[in-house]
């Protein structure tokens, strides 16, 4: 299938990988900053292929994974109260929170639906005028212009009986913590393609010319990655640091206007908590105060639940990179995709759910079963 076959051409791919291996000289850490694209290097392999001194490294891309706990023990809360529909994308409902999951709600009779678009969530409230129907928006800088349109088009059609749940995070400001950290040795970034196909890659230039370290917006698929790799390293041995756009043909510098226009108007920026991870300045979005009224944290005085971590979930040293899901004594035991103890295991794009899916350890015991 064109467009999609020629980005997973195996000759091409050992042509990168030759090439890799005649450009590195030495060790390199890169950092991919999105989850599927690690979902893509651990699934494919192509971290085990690599020449045996670079080294990649999974950052906190997974925007479930990123939640705060206290997001999901929020959310958890609003969704047990008999009067709301609670609505969500598939993923968080097996977030585990404190003392549950949104799917543990549901099971209990509480009304908590999936939904695959915000606007489908505003659909279902101007069709339940007598429930208060609340959408639960997460990710990254991604699925914040949809979040944006649905609480546009709920204050324009007056649908009041609409709100949101933010917990919005920026990518950014995380690198910008990641290269702050005391223990930190990256050297390199993938920054995520779909990201910079809405924001573009104009908040990347000052980070490349504080920390001197390369970027390079890159794809989703086999050969993006190994390309995008390869010019990391590229600039790496030659000692520059740069930003390039491996993901030209869907990426462009000023990124897409009417998306940002759309997270500009409902949107404003502030500090954020992020799972495992903890506060970074100025990384994650709120509502705007004219938009007020669809905030449901206000609307459900839920801004002081506050929550602690399971113990033995090593989730925070996975999401900083500095440790892998291998390295936790629960995973494959205590923490599968069916019994998860935190969020990168249940979440489409986490890392612990990509090494269990592609094996990397043996299967517990009641798998093989």
């Known amino acids: 299938m064109k467009y999609l076959d020629e980005y997973r051409d195996p000759v091409l791919a050992r042509q990168l990988?030759?090439?890799?291996?005649?450009?590195?000289?030495?060790?390199?850490?890169?950092?991919?900053?999105?989850?599927?694209?690690?979902?893509?290097?651990?699934?494919?392999?192509?971290d085990e292929l690599l020449p045996a001194g670079i080294r990649m490294i999974h950052g906190p891309g997974c925007p479930v994974c990123v939640t705060p706990l206290e997001m999901i023990d929020q959310a958890v809360h609003i969704a047990a109260r008999p009067e709301v529909i609670f609505t969500s994308y598939g993923d968080m409902l097996r977030v585990p929170g404190s003392s549950g999951d949104l799917l543990g709600v549901k099971a209990r009779g509480g009304d908590v639906r999936v939904v695959y678009s915000p606007l489908d969530a505003v659909a279902v409230a101007r069709d339940n005028p007598d429930r208060e129907v609340v959408f639960f928006a997460v990710g990254f800088e991604t699925t914040a212009p949809a979040n944006a349109m649905a609480v546009l088009h709920a204050a324009a059609t007056g649908v009041g009986n609409f709100s949101v749940l933010v917990s919005h995070v920026l990518v950014p400001p995380a690198i910008t913590a990641i290269l702050d950290a005391p223990d930190n040795h990256v050297q390199g970034f993938l920054a995520a393609g779909h990201v910079c196909a809405v924001m573009g890659w104009t908040e990347y230039e000052p980070i490349v010319?504080?920390?001197?370290?390369?970027?390079?917006v890159t794809g989703f698929e086999p050969l993006d990655l190994l390309e995008g790799i390869l010019m990391v390293?590229?600039?790496?041995?030659?000692?520059?640091a740069d930003l390039q756009n491996q993901y030209s043909r869907a990426v462009r510098r000023s990124g897409n206007t009417a998306a940002r226009e759309?997270?500009?108007?409902?949107?404003r920026v502030g500090e954020r908590d992020w799972r495992g991870i903890g506060t970074i300045?100025?990384?994650?979005l709120r509502l705007a105060p004219e938009f007020a009224t669809h905030d449901a944290q206000q609307r459900f005085a839920v801004s002081d639940v506050r929550s602690a971590e399971d113990t033995d979930c090593i989730a925070g040293d996975?999401?900083?990179g500095t440790a892998v899901p291998t390295d936790c004594p629960a995973y494959g035991t205590r923490c599968t995709p069916r019994t998860p103890l935190g969020a990168p295991m249940v979440s489409s794009e986490g890392t612990c759910a990509a090494y269990y899916t592609a094996g990397r350890r043996p299967l517990p015991l009641e798998v093989v079963r």
């Open 17 to 46: 990988l030759d090439e890799l291996r005649a450009t590195a000289t030495r060790s390199w850490a890169i950092m991919e900053v999105c989850g599927g694209q690690t979902h893509t290097l651990v699934r494919q392999g192509i």
């Open 262 to 267: 759309a997270i500009r108007r409902v949107f």
């Open 281 to 284: 300045p100025a990384s994650g």
């Open 318 to 320: 996975i999401l900083r």
């Open 209 to 216: 010319a504080k920390y001197r370290v390369p970027i390079v």
């Open 233 to 240: 390293v590229r600039q790496l041995e030659s000692g520059r």
